[in-house]
């Protein structure tokens, strides 16, 4: 498989891409970049699972996103340890903390990410983690489960928090918001991540990079964000997927058992 890039966090499950899915899959692997599809609740994991089974360079994480905690049930669990199993699944995400919307309640939110954390690691698989506005407790959640790996998705957060995320051994995932014009102190902190711990991403089908902010985002646009990335770091467009796809490889070591 010739793979010159990755996105390392594209929804191509999701309903935005139904009238032409196949095309924007195409237009990625024309440039031959992989895919790497996360779950965000129960259908979408099942989905992100079965598109990866019969396309090229694609891969699924599964779990439920913390807007969905409130629905999550044992018999989800353990239908999460069910699909663990299959072979595109390389990790557990997107998990994690959102307090700005607050779609489920706070105690619920945590509760759901650590369980569903100590399951990924359990399961010796990577956590994909999603935190808004909430720094003080996904740290706490991370440093109350030894060992646990994996990575910080579209970082926008501080400098303390990126920080701590890198002294637990995280990887932060960077994604269309580091083009944005007011984004200076989100591409500062781009510039001092060491670039073995460093990823790219699109969150399709949200946070397009300008020059297409506003529109539908797609993985073809992580060439995009490499190119932010290695105007910061000073190195070629080139040399930034070299790097993020040994990192993809490095973090998910079970990717393309």
């Keep these: 498989m010739n793979l010159q890039g990755f996105d390392s966090h594209c929804h191509l ?47 699924a994480l599964i779990g439920v996103h913390p807007h969905d905690a409130k629905t999550f049930t044992d018999a989800d669990k353990e239908q999460l340890k069910t699909w663990a199993r299959e072979q595109p699944v390389i990790g557990i995400g997107e998990i994690g903390l959102d307090y700005h919307y607050m779609n489920s309640p706070k105690d619920v939110q945590i509760a759901v990410f650590r369980e569903q954390a100590e399951l990924a690691r359990a399961l010796n698989l990577p956590i994909v983690v999603h935190s808004r506005e909430a720094e003080e407790d996904t740290l706490g959640v991370l440093r109350d489960i030894p060992g646990i790996q994996g990575i910080l998705h579209c970082f926008t957060g501080s400098p303390d928090f990126a920080r701590a995320l890198l002294d637990l051994g995280f990887y932060l995932s960077f994604a269309g918001p580091i083009s944005f014009k007011s984004a200076h102190g ?13 990823l790219i991403e699109t969150d399709s089908p949200y946070l397009s990079p300008v020059p297409w902010r506003g529109r539908r985002n797609e993985p073809l646009r992580v060439i995009r964000v490499a190119e932010v990335v290695a105007a910061q770091k000073n190195f070629s467009t080139q040399q930034v997927f070299e790097a993020t796809t040994s990192n993809i490889f490095s973090v998910f070591r079970v990717l393309g058992r």
């Excluded at 237009?27 to 089974?53: K, V």
């Excluded at 989100?186 to 460093?198: E, S, T």
């Design 13 to 59: 499950q999701d309903p935005a891409f139904d009238p032409d899915r196949e095309e924007v899959y195409q237009r990625a692997r024309e440039q031959h970049l992989g895919m790497i599809i996360p779950g965000y609740d129960m259908p979408s994991s099942e989905q992100a699972i079965r598109f990866a089974q019969v396309h090229e360079a694609t891969w």
């Design 186 to 198: 989100l591409r500062d902190i781009v510039k001092w991540v060491p670039m073995d711990r460093l």
